[in-house]
């Protein structure tokens, strides 16, 4: 934007240094047909009046010289004037040329910009149907992992009656253990007895023998 507003800038700067230039060669003219007409009027002066001749001569060398001096001060001016007009005609020149360069380096900028904006949108348009698909099977996989749970869950409890059941078990089989030892402590006090018994009808049969054989003995 600096760079639009000073185009104008400079170009009224030229525009104002050429109509110096014009203003000046205009006054130039005025002041030198002035300084002819005096020279003039003076050459006539001169020939009417023989007295004044050397006064009207050496007013007519120094307006000579003033004239001479204002030509070369004004040609100065001038050249000076047009080399400024020639800078300032090069530098806008130049400026045109740096802001076409501009121009085109914006363009450049913008296509570039484009082409960003249309990757951003096929980007966004490629997140979205991955994050579609990957919603979908974050969902395919939470309703998978449901089902998992409740398979976990039914296993569990599974798992937990089976451990009721072996503790029902366990107990039986204690309370089973428990009956048989006290079936073989009682087995065993039954033997103990029996035993006793054997030993005692034994002693009796011996005895009984004994007397037999006495009874024998005696007849």
Avoid: C, H
Avoid at 65 to 83: A, F, H, R
Avoid at 100 to 113: T, V, Y
Avoid at 153 to 159: F, P, V
């Amino acid at each position: 934007m600096k760079k639009l507003v000073k185009k104008p800038a400079k170009k009224d700067a030229v525009a104002e240094l050429k109509r110096e230039m014009v203003r000046l060669k205009r006054e130039s003219n005025v002041k030198i047909k002035r300084f002819e007409s005096q020279v003039k009027s003076q050459e006539e002066d001169v020939q009417r009046k023989g007295e004044k001749i050397e006064k009207l001569r050496t007013d007519l060398e120094k307006k000579t010289k003033d004239l001479s001096k204002l030509k070369k001060e004004s040609s100065s001016k001038i050249k000076e004037l047009e080399s400024k007009i020639q800078e300032l005609t090069d530098e806008l020149g130049k400026k045109e040329s740096d802001l076409s360069a501009s121009k085109k380096l914006l363009e450049e900028k913008g296509r570039e910009l484009e082409k960003v904006r249309e990757n951003l949108s096929r980007t966004k348009k490629e997140s979205s149907m991955k994050a579609e698909a990957l919603e979908s099977k974050v969902e395919e996989i939470t309703e998978e992992l449901g089902k998992k749970v409740k398979e976990l869950q039914a296993a569990k409890e599974l798992l937990d009656q089976r451990d009721v059941d072996l503790n029902r078990l366990r107990e039986e089989v204690e309370y089973k253990n428990k009956q048989l030892a006290a079936k073989d402590m009682e087995m065993e006090g039954y033997k103990k007895v029996t035993e006793e018994k054997i030993f005692q009808l034994e002693a009796k049969v011996e005895e009984l023998e004994g007397r037999f054989s006495e009874s024998s003995s005696t007849s």
